[in-house]
């Protein structure tokens, strides 16, 4: 992607940080990807690496193209993580939506 964003000594990544909040971005297919128990493992591993680099506890943000998937990974991969989510439909000109 070119826009990841790392903290302190992590190796975890983000896809970057804008304004003391940290950014995640998911595109399509992850509501797919959803529908096999591996997608979901490891999603839930990204997130919860995400949630132990942050020492500073900065707000962070993940942000799907698919309403569908942001509804699942609010309420099934992410449950019980500091993690706000969003549905953030995708913008075909190339820039981000932050």
């Not at 990841?4 to 940080?17: A, H, I, Q, V």
């Not at 997608?39 to 995400?50: I, L, S, V």
């Not at 993940?62 to 969003?86: K, M, Q, S, T």
Request: net charge negative; glycine share 12%; hydrophobic share 40%.
């Amino acid at each position: 992607m070119g826009y990841e964003f790392k903290l302190n000594d992590s190796p975890t990544l983000f896809d970057g940080c804008l304004g003391g909040i940290l950014l995640e971005a998911k595109g399509e297919a992850y509501e797919q990807l959803f529908g096999y128990q591996f997608g979901t493992e490891t999603m839930r591993g990204e997130a919860q690496r995400q949630v132990e680099a942050d020492r500073a506890r900065l707000p962070l943000e993940w942000h799907f193209a698919e309403a569908g998937a942001a509804d699942y990974a609010r309420d099934v991969v992410l449950e019980g993580l500091p993690i706000a989510v969003f549905h953030t439909p995708p913008n075909y000109r190339g820039q981000l939506p932050w």
